[in-house]
Nanobody, 112 residues
Framework: QVQLVESGGALVQPGGSLRLSCVGSGFTFSNYGMNWYRQAPGKGREAVAYISTSGANTNYADSVKGRFTVSRDNAKNTLYLQMNSLKPEDTAVYYC?????WGQGTQVTVSS
């Protein structure tokens, strides 16, 4: 089955850290650039980070630069998003996207 499955979302306090994972299956994961998006309540979906096929190139939204790091392990067909110094405004459903596919999303809530 061709799909992307995210995990790792949780409730975390402001200033905390979290790592999201996204596992691809049913396609050659290493052939595709991959993205993280997020959607906060009442808002549109926002691009967060991009990583190229090899991982050599990355891009970030200004709102997360210096706090979030995108990476991938092509041997494990897995995309990661390391999130540090989390803020309440980072609260959203986080989605991975690639090969025209969306994952189901994972909820991240930043609150004390």
């Amino acid at each position: 089955q061709v799909q992307l499955v995210e995990s790792g979302g949780a409730l975390v306090q402001p200033g905390g850290s979290l790592r999201l994972s996204c596992v691809g299956s049913g396609f050659t994961f290493s052939n595709y650039g991959m993205n993280w998006y997020r959607q906060a309540p009442g808002k549109g979906r926002e691009a967060v980070a991009y990583i190229s096929t090899s991982g050599a190139n990355t891009n970030y939204a200004d709102s997360v630069k210096g706090r979030f790091t995108v990476s991938r392990d092509n041997a494990k067909n897995t995309l990661y998003l390391q999130m540090n110094s989390l803020k309440p405004e980072d609260t959203a459903v986080y989605y991975c996207y690639g090969r025209g596919l969306w994952g189901q999303g994972t909820q991240v809530t930043v609150s004390s």
